[in-house]
């Protein structure tokens, strides 16, 4: 399998620091008014969320096409909840919104398809007995 790599700087206190994410194709600040606030940049839960809707409309797309379908577009918004657990900041939730476009793909084959997704595919599994629970509405339009 491969490994991917990415690297974070932080400098600085956490309220008047400020840092700065290297990922292929994105190089971008974060500080605190990113991840706490609404400052400009990004953070690491809009990564998570990133990783988790990619890693989900791929791992779908691979299920239907399994069925021998071809999904003309799967669309996947992720919300994450960064909130507190035993004191500290933790991720409590990850909302998967997904749409998706296949013709000749039955509603419950979809809805089968769906949910074996969202308990497999590896972000999913990453987050598996941990602290957030993952939410799923999917749509067959």
Known sequence: MTVRKVKSVWNGTLKQGAGKMDITGYSGPFTF???????????????????????????????????????????????????????GPAITNIKLDCT?????????????????AKAKCPISRLYAGGTATIELDAKLV
Not at 100 to 116: P, S, T, W
């Open 33 to 87: 008014a990113s991840r706490f606030e609404n400052g400009k940049g990004t953070n690491p839960e809009e990564l998570v969320g990133a990783a988790h809707s990619g890693c989900y409309s791929m791992f779908l797309s691979a299920l239907i096409s399994g069925e021998g379908l071809t999904p003309e577009s799967i669309e996947t918004e992720a919300s994450v909840t960064l909130g507190e657990l035993d004191g």
């Open 100 to 116: 998706v476009k296949c013709e000749g793909l039955a509603q419950d084959k979809f809805e089968e398809l769906a949910a074996a």
